[in-house]
């Protein structure tokens, strides 16, 4: 597998689409995890304006397809790592809806106990690893827990999600050589929306096509259109393959877009509404729902259904975090260290 | 002139703008301080006014770009590096540590870093443990480092200045929850100089010390006291390292009694510094143990009452003055 | 059981070996620490007995294989992590604080960090101001970190394993010049409890409070003291985070003076710590202001007579104690 | 410029050696500048065995033919940064021997009045920051040398040595995306001796030619025989006119070994001595002395000259260093500040 050569503009590669799906029970579950997470983030937005969520809150709106499209390629055992812009891959891993929201009201029935809230999501059980809010810093953890894996002669895969601003930090390039020269079974997944906050792409990478310099530590890499749920999830399933096998690491870029501000403090001055208009063309939603029902694959219908079933999910999460308690203030200091301890 | 009420990030942007007006050799070099406009919009409209070459958009690489501030101040220049926060300067320690505070003696005084690194700092808005930390109290025990945490809208726009024309490295922590709040200036930008503790109100019976975010709540805090008749003095120590020791010892000289009141977590604090230098220097002033508020000993939580249960408030002030004055002898610590 | 006199850094090695017997999810990870046989032998012989994939040679990246620990601790190993110096653990501080420090209260309980990190710590063999920094003090400002400094033999081979048995990250810092120093050790390698500190010397006039290298100086000064008469009681505080605040107390009730000695840059060290929390929990025990006996505030030079004048020695702490002692009340710091 | 393939073994590269030099005294200088460097340091080491020079050592025996052969080619206006390793280049770069001698005497008379020892060589005066004893660090000074050169509309270059081992290291990774992103003239300098201490090159690397691996950057980037000083001589000084023609940065792979331990406590249980004996046969200073004799560049009477008066410069530099003085322990602390300050 190779580097491509880098896409400048929101234009779609080769289509896979709708039409290289044939069964229409995962097109359906692919579309359904698209909606389900594009709208919890909308009720999110929602709820920080009305002040019931706060600190910070990175919307992954527009980014969809990749959460919905990688993460079914993993086992219950594997491990998942993600940035503070998680909140799609833990709906998508199955952190329950009510958990995440309770932990963005900051509830003790948080996924996090409230300790974390939007940015630091997680989920043991689930082996979900979600919240990292210092860009870079989990892709040595995601090393490590491949490393775990290999030394046990356990056969799980550890994936690490991280953004294009992640690549140019140096636990970037000190993790890819460390994983390949390990020979580990990590998955590099970086989300390349082409900006880290305001600074684009090419005003913070001397080399724009991302798979070309990964392909620099000898693994291999690749880049997928990441606005194609279809084109997502097979290249993952592939190198989730390939990884699992005991070929080493490897590499994939998802060319994708943020369609909201960085966070609800972005006043976006860096960036024309035109481009955003123009990648919203390519909504993962929108585009994979149309071709689905062009081609037969999924009834129109189904579009509505889905929008009822998660409407009702997220109420139901929403009423759970409203339900849920404050954890009371002696607790504060519990949990810093296993063993009781003084400071 | 009449003094201007402004934002606490406009008088920062001030200061950066005289800065840039005033010596060629200052640049502005960070994560997003120039397209963006800054993160908390600090560096807003600086980019269009001085051009691309003096407002510098780094990628994310806080070790590099702070070697490079190191690099280029050695250099001839006057740089000012922003590390967006605190919380991601653990990423260019080594740097500012192993180079910045070092170059000066290991080079048997060749080299001079003329350098002024600038970062948010503090807790209380929810960001949770990896973005809430106070450090500066702990940067202070870098010998090499100057250290200052400019409190008032005043010391926002001219410690900056001032910084620029030390010789030496000097790291400015300023406190993410004071921008939005407003204050007034007089005149022209100036330089503020690094050299002195300043009393923010005279008392008599006890004194509050403490900088930064936290001279607010002691003042707050201070309010209610003469409400009760407690005479409270609020020394600003505004320079964390090097510490004004005898503007500490004047006020304890004078009250006997005193709350040192600090973001950082407990253990290790720089409270624990000025209390250990009053024992040294002033030990027979005390007229009572000395007692310090300061963060709970644990990464700071998301949820709001968590957050505020961990970080010092005004009641957590007062109630230790009580305590003090109560003169029960074991004032222990929030 | 004989008991054996080894060097300390035999000592170590002893109970990384019974470590890596004990338990199969022990691994030793780091730079240089297999094929070389560790920079200062430490681990010499490890890698022919436990081969290749328990004894980890790293590329330079500290932050990487220190977060890799992290990461494999996370996921169900016991790893060491050996950061060749603190000097170079500063690369890897954000992950230590922002991950190994923070993940089991930011997740509400649901992570455990169960590392272990090796460093060799301190000044005195002439390695100039990069490589003889003692940051262990400074360390222990951090919530969630434990941090031990085993200063005698058996503390060297037995901390490691109680570490490794403790869920949360333990950062264990080796005196660089204890490495060649003979002592005993008894029967096999056990573990060595983190919790307490250690009386070292029993005594009735003026407490020593120390760790680490400076054990071994306090020791050497108590002698002296003892041959003048002063009855000199040495407390070995063997973990630095979280500290034995009971021993220190009992101490300090028993003799009412103290010198802390401590190798930290005086301002913002350990030893300010302990002065405060005496201030705070036996203030009125005290018949003397405290007095420390730190480093001088300068990167320490290369020069031997220099970098002699920037650590304490034994003079210094006796000088120390004839100032506490003498009671002139105004005890300077070092 | 690009990358080429990586030689495995000492064998010289299709030689330029000193048939390709035409310069009488440009090749006396050259070998006289590697013989005082190697017997500089063989002085040093027998001043370590006796006591004289103390803490770490790191000897560049062997690798002689690249301070050598690159610093010829700089103005006295540019900048010079290097590592732990760098007696030679200071030697090269003009500090004087004395200098050098009495700040590994710890004497007030050395180049860093005695507080930097062998590690810590600097000498303001000819833009020698020499000494970084923390591997990688001193590459984003190397940055922010060039970028002040820049801003400033001065064409200096600044280069930065560092060994293999630094390539690791997330620094190099931010300083050569940072220097390529926004062209600044500075040229990177590995010293590929093919361990980092005890750990060889292909157990620390996952792409063991560092040449291919800087071009991922996308600066230009070559790999030179650092065995043969004309080679190094040649490839530094085109280098140095591309980057001084405002053409960005550049990146150049000497590729080298060292002859002697890592530093004097290295037990050296890593290596073959038939390895080391195999390299020695390409020593930098016997073959081009060897070589400019054979092709009549140099009289063979040369190299018994040179030898005398380095002997003499190095004598007359430990006599310095012999009669140099201790710096008083009261001004300890001078120098922490600028501006005298209370801690
Ligand atoms: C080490 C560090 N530096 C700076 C920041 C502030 N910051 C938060 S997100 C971000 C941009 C990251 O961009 P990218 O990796 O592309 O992810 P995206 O937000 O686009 O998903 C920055 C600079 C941070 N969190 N951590
Ligand atoms: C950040 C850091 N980590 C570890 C060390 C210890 N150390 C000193 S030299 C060295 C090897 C460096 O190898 P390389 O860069 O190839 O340079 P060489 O010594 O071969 O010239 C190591 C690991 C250090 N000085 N700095
Ligand atoms: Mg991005
Ligand atoms: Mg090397």
Redesign the interface.
Known sequence: MNASPPREGPEASPAIGAAGLDDPARARALLWQMIRIRRFEEKCAELYSAGKI???LHLYIGEEAIAAGAMPALRDTD?VLATYREHGHALARGVPAGAIMAEMY???E????????S??L???SRRF?G???????S???????????R??GRDNVTVCFFGD??V???????????A??WQLPVLFLCENNRY?????LE?????VDLA??A?????PSESVDGMDVVAVSRATEAAIDQVRGGQGPMFLEYRTYRFRAHSM???E??RDKAEVEQWKQRCPVETFARDAVACGLLEASVRDEIEREVAEEIDAAVAFAEAGT??P?EH????????E??? | MTPQTIAYREALRQGLREALIRDDRVFLMGEDVGRYGGTYAVSHGLLEEFGESRIRDTPLSESTFTGAGIGAALNGMRPIVEIMTVNFSLLALDQIINNAATLRHMSGGQLSVPLVIRMTTGGGRQLAAQHSHSLEGWYAHIPGLRIVAPATHEDARGMLLAALEDPDPVLIFEHALLLGAEGTVEGEPHPMELDHAAIRREGGQVSLITYGGMLHKSLAAAEQLAAEGIDTEVLDLRTLRPLDDAAIMASVAKTHRLVVVDEGWRSGSLSAEIITRINEQAFFELDAPPVRVCSQEVPVPYAKHLEDAAIPQVEDIVAAVHRLMGGSGSGGAS
Not at chain 1, 168 to 178: Q, R
Not at chain 1, 203 to 207: A, C, D, F, N, T
Request: hydrophobic letters at 40%.
């Open positions: 706060r600190g910070f491990n900051g509830k003790q948080g996924c996090s106990r409230g300790h974390g809230g940015m630091h997680f989920d043991a690893v919240g990292s809010a210092i860009v870079g810093g892709l040595p953890l995601a090393v490590g827990f491949a490393l775990a894996d030394l046990a601003g992640a140019a930090e140096g636990e970037f390039h000190e993790s890819l050589n460390l390949t020269l880290a906050m305001g600074t684009a005003r913070h990478q001397s080399q070309a310099k392909a620099a530590y000898r693994l403090f972005d006043p001055h860096y404050w954890e203030v504060l200091c519990r949990d810093v260290y296993a063993r301890a003084r400071p």
